[in-house]
């Protein structure tokens, strides 16, 4: 295909304490993508992220982000995980996590990226703007001045989402923002997400269990599990002879009359991936 | 102070004059001195530890202090040193284990017990045994020598410069630590740094508090900071204020009712922790909501507010002035609260008279600015300051009572009298400091009110506060006329 990729695989194998997580993986994702990453628990979707932030190496194969290596400190990724350390008990301003995230000003000969900023701060007026527009962007701007520990939880994922999107990344993986999220607001958030990509251009990856809610806006699907990875088109993905070959046991795809898709097989023949 | 048994400042009822003659005895000096340095830097420290949750841990640096105090004092050195170097040792192991380590229960309790033990064998080889255990374990703010305030200070200096290099990637990385990991943030560093600051922080707080109470001066004045700002600024600004007034009233009363100063700092840390609580509480609830009410019910209010305010300011300096006169004319019968309430007795009674309807005031602000609330939200704030400065009225009052009291059983030498004094003038402090916030309050309120109200006179009223009896008076003026006008149309309506 050639031209530009934001992340190229080829060939990867990634192992997890002497573990084999999945191999084979060859994919090109390019430049403004909106890609989601489904597969069931454990199938190796946070790995994926960790690799491409520079946390974890494949054992074999290339992987590159922006044509280079992965490598940790990388300024053009805006990473959400998905775990947090805050909790009801953060007493402390929404605005300033995002203004601590804002990565600073290049310094140092050429083009170099301060990655954090030690010391106080003295441009805050730059610091304070960034951190306004991202709060405007995810559809937040009067959550600056509340508490963390106040928030709702999707509240609480546009305020993480902000503060990835703070330092203005090329990149941005988001890891299971949906969860603990209701079908209305999972919608809504897609839809910031889908608006983000758009208006700024930037290449994202979400993690998620269902992939209803954002099944109209994806150019792509990364579809893990059982150990292999199948990547393309929603459409070209989850369909029932490819997901049956990746899993190696007959899955059945079924869509309703709004476009909804339910998965049916595949884990132990039970689950119901992606309802 | 270690047990008592020195009492040798004449006090005077002139407030000045016992500052000065404090300020003249060197130990004292140097122990406002290094209380206050310590105390700023427990009140910024402890900002960290409440948003790292790391307080269980810093509980335990001290307790390993401990033996390191306890050796130390063991080969005759200050225990201090000691202190540092066993509080750094175990705080560079905490950050090594990472700062997930630092919330496990069981482990820090574990090495808690031991470090405990150890000091208690330590101290057992040492001959001055019960001496050194006591002031370790409490604190020995008046055994501080000028040396000590000086090393103090520099340490000090030095331990705050690290924080102000490290305090955005630490808050960071307190704040979501899997993100600084991917920015590249070195973690093992920042935690190191963290706890190594903490060490010495917890090792100088130590000399002030001991060992066993180091929890009140680390952490709770931070908690009630952030309980009542989510500002990161204004929470460690409030942090320290509570800190070193805590230090200072803990203090000054100490060597005045010659009892152990760190009871008096953890028990004032205590009642500022619970009433922030209560009150923050109270917030939450439908006390604040707002009543449905007309306009012109919540202006009533507030007028009637600031007539009874007025009266009570009134009365307080009247009664205030003969006070001052019955005590200058009788400087000794000070003591006697007989002779006290013969010969003042209508200054008591004007003082208690200003105290009741000053509350009475404070309920009306309170009720006014409530039914103000439905029509603006600006009016919730003062609503709620009033509130806590009425309960900063009942706790003078009550303090006041304990106090007064205690004076009285003393009097007839009963044994509990010491116990009443000790528990009612820190609450009196307390409620104060409550009631000016109160009036701080009334104040904003006012000053709301006469920009909705587009009313000089309450605008002015309310600048006027610094001196209630004339604030209260021209607020009042301000109220009444509010109250025939009207409020003013809202500027940005459309014109007709």
Redesign the interface.
């Known amino acids: 295909m050639g031209g530009p990729t934001s992340i190229s695989a080829e060939r990867v194998e990634v192992r997890y304490r002497n573990k084999l997580v999945w191999k084979d993986a060859t994919f090109d994702i390019r430049p403004g993508e909106f890609v989601a990453v489904i597969g069931p628990n454990g199938a190796g979707k946070t790995t994926l992220f960790r690799m491409l932030?520079g946390?974890h190496w494949p054992s074999s194969g290339a992987l590159t982000v922006f044509g280079a290596r992965p490598r940790?400190?990388?300024?053009r990724?805006g990473?959400?995980?998905q775990?947090?350390?805050?909790d009801k008990?953060?007493?402390?301003?929404c605005d300033?996590?995002v203004r601590?995230?804002y990565?600073g000003t290049r310094w140092g000969p050429g083009k170099r990226w301060r990655?954090?900023?030690?010391?106080?701060?003295f441009n805050l007026a730059a610091e304070r703007d960034a951190a306004a527009q991202a709060l405007e962007d995810v559809g937040a701007p009067d959550l600056g001045t509340?508490?963390?520990g106040a928030l709702s939880g999707g509240e609480l994922q546009r305020i993480f989402l902000a503060?990835?999107l703070v330092g203005n990344p090329d990149m941005l993986l988001l890891d299971e923002p949906l969860s603990n999220l209701d079908l209305r607001r999972s919608r809504e958030l897609v839809e910031t997400i889908h608006g983000v990509v758009r208006s700024r251009g930037v290449t994202t990856l979400l993690v998620a269990h269902d992939i209803n809610p954002m099944i109209k806006c994806l150019n792509k699907v990364i579809y893990i599990a059982n150990g292999k990875v199948a990547v393309g088109t929603p459409d070209d993905v989850l369909t029932s002879a490819r997901l049956s070959e990746l899993y190696g046991v007959p899955v059945e795809v079924l869509h309703d009359s709004r476009g909804n898709i339910v998965i049916v097989g595949g884990e132990d023949d039970r689950g119901e991936e992606g309802a | 102070m270690s047990g008592g048994g020195w009492s040798g400042i004449p006090w005077s009822w002139n407030l000045f004059t016992d500052i000065r003659l404090l300020w003249s005895y060197e130990f004292m000096r140097n122990a406002i001195e290094a209380g206050t340095i310590i105390a700023i830097l427990a009140g910024i420290i402890g900002y960290f530890v409440v948003l790292r949750r790391s307080a269980f841990a810093s509980h335990a640096l001290g307790h390993t202090g401990f033996s390191g105090a306890a050796a130390a004092v063991l080969v005759g050195v200050q225990p201090v040193y000691g202190l540092l170097i066993f509080t750094m040792a175990t705080g560079s192991g905490m950050a090594v284990l990472g700062n997930r380590a630092s919330s496990r229960d069981v482990e820090i309790g574990t090495v808690l017990a031991f470090a405990l033990g150890l000091g208690l064998l330590f101290l057992s080889l040492y001959r001055g045994y019960a001496q050194e255990a006591y002031s370790i374990l409490f604190g020995e703010v008046l055994g501080i020598s000028t040396a000590q305030v000086a090393f103090t200070f520099w340490s000090s200096l030095l331990v705050l410069a690290l924080l102000t290099l490290i305090y955005r990637p630490l808050l960071f990385s307190s704040l979501d630590e899997d993100v600084a990991e991917a920015k590249g943030m070195p973690l093992l560093l920042l935690n190191l740094a963290f706890m190594l600051v903490l060490a010495v922080a917890i090792s100088f707080a130590v000399q002030i508090i001991g060992v066993l109470l180091i929890f009140a001066l680390m952490v709770t004045p931070a908690a009630i900071a952030v309980r009542l700002t989510s500002r990161s600024l204004w929470a460690v600004i409030v942090s320290v204020f509570v800190a070193v007034t805590a230090v200072w009233a803990g203090l000054f009363v100490a060597l005045w009712t010659n009892y152990p100063a760190s009871f008096f700092i953890v028990g004032i840390i205590f009642v500022e922790y619970v009433c922030v609580r209560g009150v923050g509480s109270l917030r939450e609830t439908a006390l604040l909501q707002g009543v449905e009410a007309p306009e012109g019910d919540g202006v009533r209010s507030l007028r009637n507010a600031s007539l009874i305010a007025s009266v009570s300011q009134v009365l307080f300096v009247v009664g205030a002035a003969l006070l001052t006169l019955a005590l200058l004319a009788h400087p000794g019968g000070a003591w006697d609260p007989g002779q006290l309430y013969a010969r003042a007795s209508w200054a008591i009674l004007a003082l208690a008279s200003a105290g009741i309807l000053g509350a009475a005031a404070s309920l009306l602000y309170f009720s006014g600015f409530r039914k103000m609330s439905t029509a603006s939200r600006e009016f919730i704030n003062p609503a709620f300051l009033t509130l806590v400065g009425l309960l900063g009225i009942a706790l003078t009052a009550g303090g006041l009572g304990l106090f007064l009291s205690g004076v009285a059983l003393a009097a007839s030498a009963y044994g509990l009298a010491p116990v009443a004094e000790l528990f009612g003038v820190p609450l009196v402090f307390l409620g104060a400091i409550l009631s000016v916030v109160g009036l701080v309050g009334q104040a904003v309120g006012s000053w709301r009110m006469g920009l909705r109200y587009q009313e000089r006179a309450l605008r002015t009223g309310a600048v006027l506060m610094v001196l209630p009896l004339v604030g209260y008076g021209v607020t009042y003026l301000g109220y009444r006329r509010a109250l025939a006008r009207g409020p003013a149309p809202p500027q940005s309506g459309p014109l007709e």
């Open positions: 932030l946390l940790r400190g990388n300024y990724i990473y959400v995980p775990r947090h350390t805050l008990e953060t007493h402390l301003e300033k996590l601590l995230a990565p990655p954090l900023q030690w010391g106080p701060r509340k508490a963390l503060e990835a």
